[in-house]
């Protein structure tokens, strides 16, 4: 089906103590933002990219695309004040001849083309489906750093991107959580709170999240693996 394929990269990335917004740290001799438009190339359906950058770095971002050698069309935007602001903005720049969308946070450069495809695949059969791992660890409640209870992790998987879904359906999901003022953490909350089938792809912690210092530490080894 044809894709198109949204980058929120508009997170300052505070913690990760840098001057520059996240998505344009670097990785392994590339920014976090140029990793996963390298990896768009290598996944043939995505047919258009919607990138959500901080308001004023569209020039920077422009020469990520060009650096990346990206061949399908993009476009930019500012993004809003909240990642669900920053989606619903870049969504409703996708073209209306998409059948899907697939939504990634630049703060996940390690993600391969594989698993954006599962992802398409899945989102095709059932409407939607996110990138995820079970959780290995034991999980407690805290109050006040005391242990208040164990929770049994079987069942529970821990969500991350990419994420995919029929376009209509993402699109119904955002209208409605506009309008009854939902903040949901990811695209797949908004979507199983209208009815919609989500699936989970079982990924990696190869996959990780870029967040604080010690966060890009490992990433760099690992870009730095791969290369190798």
Known sequence: MRTSAIIVAAGSGIRLGRPE???FVHVGGRSLLRWSLRT???????AEVVI????GREAAARAEITAAGLEVPVKIAAGGAERQDSVRIALALTSAESELVAIHDAARPLAPAA???AC???AERVGGAIAAMPLADTLKRVEDRAITATLPRAGLWQAQ???AFRRELLCEAH???LETHVVATDDADLVERIGGQVEVVQSSALNLKITTPEDLELAEALAS???G
């Open 40 to 46: 768009i190339a290598d996944v043939a359906e995505i």
């Open 52 to 55: 959500a950058v901080p308001e």
């Open 21 to 23: 917004p996240k998505a």
């Open 161 to 163: 991107t990419p994420q």
């Open 175 to 177: 209208k409605r959580a």
């Open 225 to 227: 693996a791969e290369a």
């Open 115 to 117: 698993l954006w495809i």
């Open 120 to 122: 398409l695949r899945a």
